[in-house]
């Protein structure tokens, strides 16, 4: 049971926009920044957003990050089929004292 | 950039230690505010964030595996090394090393990690 609670999947057609959300408590995204996370499968995560909206170098633009209270959410446009993967949400809990991840969304692009 | 790999026996049997070793490289473990850490993730499952280590030397643990997991680093090798006692078929997983940098959480750099199986 992960700490951070993302839908288990989501789809759209290439060229659309989808949104992924990320539920927290007052305890992580509520005070601390959201950072998200590509995999394709057989690879290893890469960094897509970090601070909740900022994007590493080399990350497109159709890439976004927003928070709001204890939500976060990862926003996609003009999907391609390379985008086909699982995204992951993650962040630091104070009171575990620990970092904590959502339990992946997969992104399906029809 | 940061790299992160990860060494570390294949197979592992039930109940022995097992000991995951990350050797860090353009990067210095005494890098100030910077950490270094292991996710793991089971096969076709999610994400479970472990341990990290910081530059000072605080270290941090996941709830569900604290008491079973030991995170060190050694600066003269560039290495951190995390041990888990009484290894069980349920920690059969890929595992990450971590980069974790100074500032804001985030976990910006990745190994490319190694799957460990625990069977007998």
Known sequence: QSVLTQPPSVSAAPGQKVTISCSGS?????QSYV??????PGTAPRLLIYE???RPSGI????SGSQSGTSATLGITGLQTADEADYYCGTWDSDLSAGVFGGGTKLTVL | QITLKESAPTEVKPTQTLTLTCTVSRFSLWSRGEGVGWVRQPPGKALEWLAIIYWSGDKYYGPSLETRLSITKDT???Q???TII???PEDTATYYCIHRPSGFYSLD?????ILVTVSS
Request: aromatic share 16%; glycine share 10%.
């Open chain 2, 76 to 78: 003269s090798k560039n």
């Open chain 1, 60 to 63: 497109p633009d159709r890439f």
């Open chain 1, 35 to 40: 950072s998200w996370y590509q995999q394709v």
């Open chain 1, 26 to 30: 007052s305890s992580n995204i509520g």
């Open chain 2, 80 to 82: 951190v090394v995390l």
């Open chain 2, 109 to 113: 750099f990745w190994g490319q990690g």
């Open chain 1, 52 to 54: 909740n909206n900022r």
């Open chain 2, 86 to 88: 009484n290894v069980d």
